[in-house]
């Protein structure tokens, strides 16, 4: 899409700026840049640290310091060589500089790194050196940057030596390179920028603020963090725009959060409820603590005239599910339907008979609506929906998104959905009668990301699990010891217990690895387990089979279940105690710990068995980037043992987020949250929090940003944040 080069804010057009000229306008309108101001804020995606630069012939002076340095260099000639052993191959790289020549290692990532370089081609080369065998200095798995030439572009660095010598770097693309838009070129256009139009840049912060949290203003800010004189003066101008864009990620969370609150529900709930008060009753067990308080903290929810927004956290077996059912009585005896969504159908279909199982004797119609109904049960289930009769319905998210048509929708529980976004919300508040909204997850959140991914949402945590739980054994294992794992198995289901064991699938080739998991099966029943029943169960199922199979895995028919991950959240069956994971290094670390949460749902001691096998990255080797394997490849590590040292949820969350990072986690377009170019929302967790109470404080005192000295702030999120709030006003 193209976009019309526009100015807001009374800034000069992109073509004005000395180096841009009619093509580079043309090129960077398309990618979304309307003027200076947005080129300001395409910040370095790292420097050059000049005063670091050594030469070839100085780096046994630094092999002492043990510091990183840089050399300029070209590439003079690449090598093969096999280790002593010959079993591997390691990639030599010969560079050379005026004062000498200079040897790089790697010692993986052959295959791709042969490919990588041409000889004569000019590098930044970075690592501690080393010395080998000779005792000449040299480089080990060093990082590197292309260069245009040894100099890169000398008469700007000539210019930038004078203001410091820390020389930015930018990310380009294909089109932009096109234009001459590669690092060096922004370089230089974002020079002129800064020299002749910074002055017209607006702030964005009210003095207060800035002063409050010492801040600098905008401008220099912005001077820095493209061209600073030193590193001291760069995480000044970091800290700055750091902290503006948190604080504007908030004030936009603030303002929903209070348009939100501004809706009166329009109903007052009766919150004296006998059947809530019936099941309780019923139950073989006590709520522990923390379930109660959750539970009276969604009854004053109720009893508020505004509606519930709440998201409830608790880890996987902390019994959300009972909470949420005592909620839902409430709102059934106020006469309103509830609509009881699961992420899959298989969830639903337990969460249906759960539910059911729970509500014997009290008589309260629960109904089920998922895809693979027959035609005639779902007429008739759409047709309760609509007349009341069905007062709580469990589904998946088709509930919400399709025309299911309620009578009096008073109550929306979304369970085991964290991703369940700002947007969705809205969507589902435009349905009935802005109902009052219950979101349950297992995935722990840190603080900060919670104020920022649910900032318009309140938070009840489960922070205990039932008293009569033993922590799950984790062990990790590799293929050679599944003989003995196997054999675990055998011991545990002659003791009455029940397994799973489950298979990855990735999407890319998901034909062949279902069939991979139906061999495996069928090979497990012939050959390991044949005195025992086993199971299948795989995502391309009909829902009848997969009921079926769930039904006899419940009932005790089926010893074994052999699974994909379908089974991953929510599942419910005491009597297993084993969870065997094949492959479970190509599994995320959520995923695990979800599957982990099936086993240890009684007073047994359940085992979680990881049985991994590296060797996978390996023979993907050639796909993927040197790097990029030896990173998954440790990162796929970290997960394991993370999953063998702990079971603690919130522990694990946070190393998945550690090595993920928030946007992924979570999914940012789907939370509608902006995404987030310098701030990081786990490492500047402390600018999150002082933002967020800044932004929130202030639509307390001033909800239209009417006072003057808030102007400054009015404007910048107006221009900014135009987009993004009209695409929230949709629901
Ligand atoms: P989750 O929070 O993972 O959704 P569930 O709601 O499925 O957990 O509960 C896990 C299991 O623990 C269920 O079998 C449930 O009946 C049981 N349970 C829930 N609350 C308690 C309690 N207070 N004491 C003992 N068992 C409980
Ligand atoms: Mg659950």
Same mark, same amino acid.
């Given at each position: 899409?193209?976009?019309?080069?526009?100015?807001?804010?009374?800034?000069?057009?992109?073509?004005?700026?000395?180096?841009?000229?009619?093509?580079?306008?043309?090129?960077?309108?398309?990618?979304?840049?309307?003027?200076?101001?947005?080129?300001?804020?395409?910040?370095?995606?790292?420097?050059?640290?000049?005063?670091?630069?050594?030469?070839?012939?100085?780096?046994? &002076?630094?092999? @002492?310091?043990?510091?990183?340095?840089?050399?300029?260099?070209?590439?003079?000639?690449?090598?093969?060589?096999?280790?002593?052993?010959?079993?591997?191959?390691?990639?030599?790289?010969?560079?050379?500089?005026?004062?000498?020549?200079?040897?790089?290692?790697?010692?993986?990532?052959?295959?791709?790194?042969?490919?990588?370089?041409?000889?004569?081609?000019?590098?930044?080369?970075?690592?501690?050196?080393?010395?080998?065998?000779?005792?000449?200095?040299?480089?080990?798995?060093?990082?590197?940057?292309?260069?245009?030439?040894?100099?890169?572009?000398?008469?700007?660095?000539?210019?930038?030596?004078?203001?410091?010598?820390?020389?930015?770097?930018?990310?380009?693309?294909?089109? =932009?390179?096109?234009?001459?838009?590669?690092?060096?070129?922004?370089?230089?256009?974002?020079?002129?920028?800064?020299?002749?139009?910074?002055?017209?840049?607006?702030?964005?912060?009210?003095?207060?603020?800035?002063?409050?949290?010492?801040?600098?203003?905008?401008?220099?800010?912005?001077?820095?963090?493209?061209?600073?004189?030193?590193?001291?003066?760069?995480?000044?101008?970091?800290?700055?725009?750091?902290?503006?864009?948190? =604080?504007?990620?908030?004030?936009?969370?603030?303002?929903?959060?209070?348009?939100?609150?501004?809706?009166?529900?329009?109903?007052?709930?009766?919150?004296?409820?006998?059947?809530?008060?019936?099941?309780?009753?019923?139950?073989?067990?006590?709520?522990?603590?923390?379930?109660?308080?959750?539970?009276?903290?969604?009854?004053?929810? /109720?009893?508020?005239?505004?509606?519930?927004?709440?998201?409830?956290?608790?880890?996987?077996?902390?019994?959300?599910?009972?909470?949420?059912?005592?909620?839902?009585?409430?709102?059934?005896?106020?006469?309103?339907?509830?609509? /009881? &969504?699961?992420?899959?159908?298989?969830?639903?279909?337990?969460?249906? $008979?759960?539910?059911?199982?729970?509500?014997?004797?009290?008589?309260?119609?629960?109904?089920?609506?998922?895809?693979?109904?027959?035609?005639?049960?779902?007429?008739?289930?759409?047709?309760?929906?609509? $007349?009341?009769?069905?007062?709580?319905?469990?589904?998946?998210?088709?509930?919400?998104?399709?025309?299911?048509?309620? %009578?009096?929708?008073?109550?929306?529980?979304?369970?085991?959905?964290?991703?369940?976004?700002?947007?969705?919300?809205?969507?589902?508040?435009?349905?009935?009668?802005?109902?009052?909204?219950?979101?349950?997850?297992?995935?722990?959140?840190?603080?900060?990301?919670?104020?920022?991914?649910?900032?318009?949402?309140?938070?009840?945590?489960?922070?205990? &699990?039932?008293?009569?739980?033993?922590?799950?054994?984790?062990?990790?294992?590799?293929?050679?010891?599944?003989?003995?794992?196997?054999?675990?198995?055998?011991?545990?289901?002659?003791?009455?217990?029940?397994?799973?064991?489950?298979?990855?699938?990735?999407?890319? *080739?998901?034909?062949?690895?279902?069939?991979?998991?139906?061999?495996?099966?069928?090979?497990?029943?012939?050959?390991?387990?044949?005195?025992?029943?086993?199971?299948?169960?795989?995502?391309? %199922?009909?829902?009848?089979?997969?009921?079926?199979?769930?039904?006899? =895995?419940?009932?005790?028919?089926?010893?074994?279940?052999?699974?994909?991950?379908?089974?991953?959240?929510?599942?419910?069956?005491?009597?297993? *105690?084993? %969870?065997?994971?094949?492959?479970?290094?190509?599994?995320?670390?959520?995923?695990?710990?979800?599957?982990?949460?099936?086993?240890?749902?009684?007073?047994?001691?359940?085992?979680?068995?990881?049985?991994?096998?590296?060797?996978?990255?390996?023979?993907?080797?050639?796909? %993927?980037?040197?790097?990029?394997?030896?990173?998954?490849?440790?990162?796929?590590?970290?997960?394991?043992?993370?999953?063998? $040292?702990?079971?603690?949820? =919130?522990?694990?969350?946070?190393?998945?987020?550690?090595?993920?990072?928030?946007?992924?986690?979570?999914?940012?377009?789907?939370?509608?949250?902006?995404?987030?170019?310098?701030?990081?929302?786990?490492?500047?967790?402390?600018?999150?929090?002082?933002?967020?109470?800044?932004?929130?404080?202030?639509?307390?005192?001033?909800?239209?940003?009417? $006072?003057? @000295?808030?102007?400054?702030?009015?404007?910048?999120?107006?221009?900014?944040?135009?987009?993004?709030?009209?695409?929230?006003?949709?629901?």
């Amino acid at each position: 899409m193209k976009r019309s080069i526009e100015t807001p804010n009374s800034q000069p057009p992109l073509q004005y700026i000395k180096g841009v000229g009619p093509k580079r306008a043309e090129a960077l309108a398309n990618l979304g840049f309307r003027s200076a101001r947005d080129l300001f804020y395409y910040f370095p995606r790292g420097y050059l640290d000049r005063s670091q630069i050594v030469r070839i012939a100085d780096l046994r &002076m630094y092999v @002492e310091k043990g510091e990183p340095v840089t050399i300029f260099a070209e590439v003079y000639r690449q090598e093969a060589r096999r280790t002593r052993r010959g079993n591997k191959l390691i990639f030599l790289l010969t560079v050379k500089d005026e004062s000498g020549f200079l040897t790089c290692v790697w010692f993986e990532g052959f295959q791709w790194l042969k490919n990588a370089f041409e000889n004569g081609e000019f590098l930044a080369l970075s690592a501690i050196p080393s010395l080998d065998k000779l005792n000449r200095p040299q480089f080990v798995h060093p990082q590197y940057d292309r260069l245009k030439s040894a100099e890169e572009d000398e008469p700007d660095w000539g210019k930038l030596f004078n203001t410091g010598s820390i020389i930015p770097k930018y990310r380009s693309s294909a089109e =932009f390179e096109k234009v001459g838009l590669d690092s060096r070129g922004f370089r230089r256009i974002i020079r002129n920028a800064v020299d002749h139009h910074l002055s017209a840049v607006d702030e964005t912060l009210s003095l207060e603020i800035m002063q409050r949290h010492d801040l600098c203003d905008e401008k220099s800010a912005l001077r820095s963090i493209h061209f600073p004189g030193n590193f001291q003066e760069l995480e000044i101008a970091r800290r700055r725009l750091k902290f503006e864009e948190l =604080f504007f990620l908030q004030l936009m969370l603030a303002l929903r959060k209070r348009n939100a609150q501004q809706q009166l529900r329009g109903r007052t709930y009766d919150v004296e409820s006998k059947l809530a008060h019936q099941l309780v009753h019923s139950l073989h067990f006590e709520l522990t603590k923390a379930q109660r308080k959750v539970l009276r903290e969604i009854v004053d929810d /109720f009893k508020s005239p505004y509606p519930m927004n709440r998201l409830l956290q608790g880890d996987v077996g902390s019994g959300k599910t009972i909470v949420a059912l005592c909620a839902a009585l409430i709102a059934v005896e106020n006469g309103l339907q509830v609509a /009881f &969504m699961a992420p899959t159908e298989i969830l639903a279909e337990q969460h249906y $008979q759960t539910l059911t199982e729970f509500l014997k004797g009290l008589s309260v119609t629960v109904r089920l609506l998922v895809g693979g109904q027959r035609k005639k049960l779902r007429e008739d289930v759409l047709e309760d929906i609509r $007349q009341g009769s069905a007062q709580i319905v469990v589904g998946t998210h088709a509930l919400v998104e399709e025309k299911v048509e309620f %009578m009096n929708l008073g109550l929306v529980i979304v369970d085991e959905q964290h991703r369940f976004g700002v947007m969705q919300r809205a969507t589902l508040r435009s349905k009935g009668i802005n109902p009052d909204v219950l979101i349950m997850t297992a995935t722990p959140i840190p603080r900060t990301l919670a104020m920022t991914f649910y900032g318009d949402l309140e938070v009840s945590v489960i922070d205990e &699990m039932p008293a009569n739980r033993k922590p799950i054994r984790t062990a990790l294992r590799t293929e050679k010891e599944k003989v003995r794992v196997y054999q675990f198995v055998k011991e545990e289901i002659q003791r009455g217990r029940q397994a799973y064991i489950v298979y990855p699938l990735i999407e890319e *080739s998901e034909k062949v690895d279902l069939k991979a998991a139906t061999q495996e099966y069928e090979h497990l029943q012939q050959n390991i387990f044949p005195e025992y029943r086993l199971g299948l169960l795989h995502g391309r %199922m009909k829902s009848d089979a997969k009921e079926e199979v769930m039904q006899k =895995f419940k009932k005790g028919e089926i010893h074994i279940l052999v699974s994909t991950t379908v089974i991953e959240v929510g599942i419910d069956i005491p009597n297993a *105690s084993v %969870m065997l994971i094949e492959n479970a290094e190509r599994f995320g670390l959520a995923q695990l710990h979800q599957l982990r949460g099936r086993v240890g749902r009684s007073a047994d001691q359940s085992y979680c068995i990881l049985i991994a096998n590296y060797g996978w990255f390996d023979a993907h080797a050639k796909k %993927m980037d040197i790097s990029e394997i030896r990173d998954e490849k440790e990162h796929a590590r970290t997960r394991l043992e993370t999953m063998v $040292q702990t079971v603690d949820g =919130f522990k694990i969350a946070e190393v998945d987020l550690k090595l993920r990072g928030p946007g992924e986690f979570f999914g940012t377009q789907q939370s509608g949250v902006p995404g987030l170019h310098i701030a990081n929302l786990i490492d500047d967790s402390e600018l999150v929090t002082q933002a967020h109470k800044e932004a929130f404080d202030l639509i307390k005192n001033d909800p239209h940003l009417r $006072q003057k @000295e808030n102007e400054c702030i009015r404007k910048h999120f107006d221009e900014a944040f135009r987009e993004i709030l009209e695409l929230g006003k949709i629901g």
